[in-house]
């Protein structure tokens, strides 16, 4: 957990106007730059607590800071990675793209068909239609742009 002066670091780098407030638009980055990675569901949660449509200070950042449950990006990959390992019976690292669909599209915090089919493009499938965990574990945590199909999603 970041400490009081690393959340006052960070909202003040991004309050560059010094207006004492920021966007509710800027809330995820904020959270994410202090190492939290909430998911879409908590982030909704986390807005609608922001109140004030447009902004939120300091103060109410770190309540929100503080209320946010979400996992570093490190536990994410290792527990992506742990979940794919548990569905590798063949120990190859290899999943059949409709699975991979089927995951996406079904468990946690679903994807529509579209962001599936955006994934799947980025993914990199073999002859027989398998696709690397691994390689799309780093693909999703290291190379995934920012602000495509993915991150439209409000």
Known sequence: MASNTMIEEVFATLDRDKKGSLPTSQLGLA??????NPNETEMKEL????GDPGNFDLAKF????SKC???SPQDQEREMRNAFQSLDVNGN???????LRQILGNLGDALNPQEV???????GKDAKGNIDYNAFVDMLVNAYPVGDALGSRR
Do not use: F
């Open 93 to 99: 690292s290899l999943i059949h793209e409709q699975e």
């Open 47 to 50: 807005l609608k607590e922001a």
């Open 69 to 71: 449950r979400g996992k």
């Open 31 to 36: 959270i994410r730059a202090l190492g939290k």
């Open 117 to 123: 089919n955006a994934l799947m493009r980025e993914a």
């Open 62 to 65: 770190k309540t929100l800071y």
